[in-house]
DNA sequence: ATCGAATATTTCGTAATCGAAGTTCGACTT
DNA sequence: AAGTCGAACTTCGATTACGAAATATTCGAT
């Protein structure tokens, strides 16, 4: 059934980057922008579909992740709204929510009372623990026509983009 | 100022690595994973702040591409929400507010009439192209590190990822 | 030809998000 | 030591998104 798709993957993307060269951008920009969206759209739909077996929405697993990520360090309201991309008022409710399950425990600040401290509880880091096996299986099959070393020359290019992306806004 | 940061994205990149292999992932997966996410979490933050210039959501955005790509071809609301990783309903409500500023256009299907068929207008072509412009800015800032030929080998190498895609879920 | 199942879109009620104003606290100035 | 400014979190009103039911049309089977 998945062979009568019409046009390839690939030629899906170059007809894509053509498009947007057309419009005014730089070939070997948007090759490359459009890849990684393209790769990370799909990766979304998998996401919420196994996230929805552990019910989890994608905003509570970006808490979720954010304090893992964290380690033993406690992350406050205002930061997880940073690293969520999201607004520090919806945070509050979502904290609400993920409290009230047990994932999360605020507690407030005694140096500055001004701040709430959030961490993860057991069950926070066992349900993290759990997507992050659950998601690796996906994230497995999307890399399999990767070699090694390809793989790890993916990785190193990506990790020179990081490296610069701090510098650019400032 | 930004001298005085305590870690560099690389430091910070591979700490947060770490701390998915210690949950159960595959190290070499996990590595590009987590870098293709750290990316696209960045240039997210820019496109809202440069939409906001053009009176554009991300949303809004989406269905402007998606129309931009699919050249001549109009698509369904269903496909602009399969497209946009969004409910049906959410697209008619969006469409609304876009048909209302005059940026696409439904028609009905007249081969199938439970079908309406939504396509670009002048204006709409316009700002997609003037978003893509102004996107392209910090998109060729992002990559700005990486060498024609390295640029050409990531470009190869999501390329390879994209290909086997579809066949995953299949 | 008609009935039933499937598809496409919209409407409606509920939940999530946002931006702005409100509240509480700490820091700095005078 | 009082007052002002700024930071952090929450509350509130309005917008946006979702899921389920409703509507309309096409397709298939008897």
Redesign the interface.
Known sequence: ??AK?RR???QE?A??VS??VA????E??????T????????????Y?RQFADLDLTQGEWSVLASL??A?DTCLTPSQLADLS?VAPSSMTHRLDKMAGRGLVQRRPDESNRTRTLVSLTKDGWAL??AA??E??V?????????S?D??????R??????????????
Chains 1, 2 share one sequence.
């Open positions: 059934m998945a798709r390839t993957a690939q993307h007809a894509d498009t947007y419009a005014g951008g730089e070997s920009v948007q090759r490359v922008i890849a990684v969206y393209a790769v990370t759209k799909k990766l979304d739909q998998w919420v893992a990520r380690g991309n993290f623990s992050v096996r998601s690796n996906v994230e497995s099959d999307t890399l399999r026509d990767l090694d390809e793989r790890h020359e993916l990785a290019l990506l990790e020179i983009v990081i490296a610069g992306l701090d510098d650019i806004d400032a």
